[in-house]
């Protein structure tokens, strides 16, 4: 049984800054790509930004310039940092991480539980 467990959300003011981690635990063999995803109500949720094991980044049109992924493979972790909120990033932001498992060496498509980011003044 792998999880992924999220913290750092909460409430910033437009033009603040926020880090989101997300830890991975379990028997875990070894994690492919990590990633940011966030959903509002009504809304499809949504890819911010993804690192491979090796460290290439892709990110969401919205968060070119502002956010940052980064990982650390020794600790299992991925962080988002975020500059410059914006209103229109309140959202719940998710963690997902394809974890290939040491117990069976299958590959995992794993989510943690989500954790609310609120930009407002």
């Known amino acids: 049984q792998v999880q992924l467990v999220e913290s750092g959300g909460g409430l910033v003011q437009p033009g603040g800054s926020l880090r989101l981690s997300c830890a991975a635990s379990g028997s875990i063999f070894s994690i492919n790509t990590m990633g940011w995803y966030r959903e509002t109500p009504g809304k499809q949720r949504e890819l911010v930004a993804a690192?491979?094991?090796?460290?290439?980044?892709n990110y969401a049109e919205s968060a070119k310039g502002r956010f940052t992924i980064s990982r650390d493979n020794a600790k299992n972790r991925v962080y988002l940092q975020m500059n410059s909120l914006k209103p229109e990033d309140t959202a719940v932001y998710y963690c997902?991480?394809?974890?290939?498992?040491?117990?069976?060496?299958?590959?995992?498509?794993?989510w943690g539980q989500g954790t609310q980011v609120t930009v407002s003044s």
């Open positions: 690192i491979t094991h090796g460290g290439s980044t």
């Open positions: 997902n991480a394809d974890i290939v498992s040491g117990v069976d060496l299958m590959s995992y498509d794993t």
